[in-house]
């Protein structure tokens, strides 16, 4: 069990506070803690940072350039929280200089006395350490007495990193010629992380088809593919890889198949995904892209985004075209995920929709009828030509995490009209004390202490 993957992951916001902690004017070592909530899955422990905690000045016995020791008052305090908010401990010092991250005799013979008493104070903990340098970090645990590095660590935000070199050991081997003109964009080591990336796609139907086609040749090799629908043949005119002969198979099925044809491994669940059991499915990605029809669906993979550090890319069309007259047509691309606003926060979810969505389908059908909701159980206009501009734009946001593909950071929020053919940038608004996202009240780096929910 303690052999199994083990990784670290980090939003943005937290790791430029922890570095402004770690590295003073004075440029002697200094020393943090990370209190982390658990994601555990197919092996793999990940530790999800909630909160990081510098070591008060008054708590350093010693402080110099090239060593320092804590006072055990600290590290009291840090399994006293541990234990109240049932956390994990990641401790945390600096070597503040331009050289490669690496443990010194005197990090070992520390961190062989502390990492074990951490473990033995804390029920069903793995505590770890990093030691970060200016440019560089590493990090490692404790098993029987040796220590082993950690296999990745994510700092997640608008620019998203995964430090692993387990992985780009792995995709030395890649074909160069298959994506030439894309490292000539963003070079060898940017097509090297996306080869390594796990995506999911929720909902693969007439955007989600769209944005797996291109995230799959774009480079990416690993996906998860969530739909409970079946291919109607109204479908087939916008649902990228099918044909006439698909119609009755999963929808899930066909997509599977296509991104298979291009060399990706490609995983199915013909589910929805505001089941708990296809949620916890989700918890090994790296990025998931939102193509789902419904506001429940996408307040739960809002608040997972939070809640497991996972970036979601929520994709949404709307087309107003009552008996045959286009009154709008429009699409909504939003990044959402640890240190930014939520989609309730923006305005882009309707309390009183997913209310409705959650009732039984009978209910559902007498409120519309009554004209207390619109457009539950009606199939709402769609066109392919406009699900394509959306879902290149949401594939591009996903893409420009991961690497400069646009030259800087990609918008959080677009709003695209294509009455005018244009695309808006909003600035996503953000609530005080909301409790998805507040980075000290939200959900956090929760994990799995608590079930998803859309409320």
Known sequence: MNHRRFSISISDQDWQKLKKGLFTSDRKENAAALLCGISDFNGERRLLVRRVVPVPDDLYIQKLEYHLEVSPRFYNSIVSECLRIGGQPVIVHSHPMNTDARYSPSDDFGELRLLPVLESLIPESTPASLLVAFKDLIGRRLIEREFHNIDAFRIVGSRTRIITSARKNQTESMTSQRYERQIRAFGVEGQQQLQTLRVAIVGVGGTGSLVAEQMVRAGITNFLVIDNDRIEESNVNRLFGSTMSDVGAYKTTVIASALRGLGAEASEIQESAIKQSVLMQLRDRDLIFSCVDNDRSRAILSRFAYQYLIPVIDVGVRLDGRAGHVKAAAGRVSVVGAGLSCLRCSHHLSPERIRAESLPESEREKLEKEGYIMGITEPAPAVVSL????????????????????????????????????????????????????????VKGLGDKQIVSAY
């Not at 591009?396 to 646009?406: K, Q, S």
Request: with cysteine; aromatic share 6%; charged share 10%.
């Open 387 to 442: 699900n394509a501009v959306v879902a290149s734009l949401a594939a591009t946001a996903g893409l420009n995490m991961f690497v400069n593909l646009t030259g800087g950071l990609q918008p959080l929020d677009q709003l695209y009209d294509a009455t005018t053919g244009t695309v808006f940038i909003t600035n996503p608004q953000h609530e005080s004390e909301c409790d998805i996202c507040d980075p000290d009240i939200g």
